[in-house]
């Protein structure tokens, strides 16, 4: 399985902004549809965007649309998450995760995870 490491979570204010970074640990990165999901205490995790494997195909939870945009890098083989207009309701752990497809919405798609990386957003 691909080795996956978040970074760039952290604590901020609402209406401000973070940038999330996911490194992929394999070559095989540029074959992988790509996704983000986050988990806020006692709440099932939630599918935030992905990306396809081209880059072509991105996709966004509605609670985000507007608000964040995924984008990779495969010569750093890194996916990112910009997040602007964060609200409380922001707040969770975000993973970062592979799958065959980006149109999938449901963690059980994917593949490989990462650590998880906390975004704490304060009102």
């Known amino acids: 399985q691909m080795q996956l490491v978040e970074s760039g979570g952290g604590l901020v204010q609402a209406g401000g902004s973070l940038t999330l970074s996911c490194a992929a640990s394999?070559?095989?990165?540029?074959?992988?549809?790509m996704a983000w999901f986050r988990q806020a205490p006692g709440k099932e995790r939630e599918f935030v965007a992905s990306?396809?494997?081209?880059?072509?195909?991105?996709y966004y939870g509605d609670s985000v649309k507007g608000r964040f945009t995924i984008s990779r890098d495969y010569g750093k083989n890194t996916v990112f998450l910009q997040m602007n207009s964060l609200t409380p309701e922001d707040t969770g752990v975000y993973y970062c995760?592979?799958?065959?497809?980006?149109?999938?919405?449901?963690?059980?798609?994917?593949?490989?995870w990462g650590q998880g990386t906390q975004v704490t957003v304060s009102s």
């Open positions: 394999e070559r095989t990165f540029s074959t992988y549809a």
């Open positions: 990306v396809s494997w081209n880059g072509r195909g991105v």
């Open positions: 995760a592979t799958g065959p497809g980006a149109s999938n919405r449901v963690p059980e798609f994917y593949d490989s």
